[in-house]
């Protein structure tokens, strides 16, 4: 029996990471995204193990220590994030194929460490990632600019994955997300059956 697939989803902040992986999911059955763990706060209406497995400083750290991360990041906030091997197991344990939406480095060690990951980075042109960033208002203008910065230079990184998807057209892209998971599961929508 082949491998089970493992979806990593990449990208700059602003690509619409999170818009595709929310189309995907709505054409393509059986797909499920795992749930990050955190060191930061619970925000109103968060649930943990919903949202994000929220964890202390000290908890993340003695689980990375123990190894039960498959990948984890630091970010300039001084919060960490990661995903709990334990997520993986859950999702294949309910018959569901993971669907994992990390940063660059997160997905690169995760296709290096796990058989059968698929890896599509989300690009967008950097002017189109700046309006995108403007548009969502969370961050001011200065930050705006570092994550430009690091867009361009992210955007440069692309060739290390197994497939891109160009979101320069939401439906076009998101139907091309969903040929690429289609192909790689053998799933036939005409069919409905894998």
């Not at 908890?59 to 990661?82: I, K, Q």
């Not at 344990?93 to 599509?120: F, M, N």
């Not at 994550?147 to 139907?175: C, K, P, S």
Request: charged share 30%; hydrophobic share 40%.
């Amino acid at each position: 029996m082949p491998s089970r697939r493992v979806f990593v989803i990449t990208g700059p902040s602003g690509a619409g990471k999170g818009t595709l992986i929310k189309g995907l999911l709505e054409r393509v059955p059986g797909l499920e995204v795992a749930v990050s763990a955190t060191t930061r706060d619970r925000r109103a209406g968060e649930i943990d193990g919903h949202d994000y497995w929220f964890l202390s400083d000290e908890e993340f750290s003695h689980r990375v220590d123990s190894g039960a991360f498959l990948e984890h990041v630091p970010y300039v906030s001084g919060r960490r994030y990661g995903t709990l091997r334990s997520e993986m197991e859950r999702i294949a344990e309910d018959g569901h194929t993971c669907v994992l939406e990390l940063e660059l480095d997160g997905a690169l060690a995760v296709q290096a460490e796990v058989a059968g990951s698929v890896t599509i980075f989300i690009a967008a042109d950097v002017a189109e990632l700046e309006r995108r960033l403007r548009e969502r208002a969370t961050e001011s203008t200065g930050e705006i600019g570092e994550r430009i910065d690091l867009a361009r230079a992210q955007l440069e990184q692309a060739h290390r994955f197994r497939y891109m998807v160009r979101n320069d057209d939401l439906e076009r892209a998101t139907a091309a997300l969903a040929a690429v998971v289609e192909c790689e599961t053998g799933w036939s929508r005409k069919a409905g059956i894998r």
